[in-house]
């Protein structure tokens, strides 16, 4: 199996991620993660690496370990297993 390599995505946090009408924050730095597989739902699975920029970042508790949709919603899985959207991006 090929090395994972290193990608970037966009990265913005939902205002509140159970009411998403209430928008996302800006960020104006990308993330960089590898892929490391997909999951049955079809869901990309990340890894997260570092900040492109930094300085340009969103404060933000960003996860180790994410899932990014066909839609472009980046999901958490919770303890109980359950995928819950915390941001969106726009490369999907």
Request: hydrophobic share 35%.
């Amino acid at each position: 199996m090929a090395k994972p390599r290193k990608k970037h995505t966009s990265f913005f946090p939902w205002i509140d991620p159970s009411d998403q009408a209430k928008g996302f924050k800006l960020n104006f730095s990308e993330v960089t993660y590898l892929e490391v597989g997909r999951t049955v739902e079809g869901y990309k699975h990340a890894q997260f690496v570092e900040l492109k920029n930094p300085e340009l970042a969103l404060e933000f508790d960003y996860p180790e370990s994410f899932y990014i949709t066909t839609e472009g919603l980046v999901l958490i899985k919770t303890p109980q297993g359950k995928f819950e959207a915390i941001a969106k991006t726009d490369n999907f």
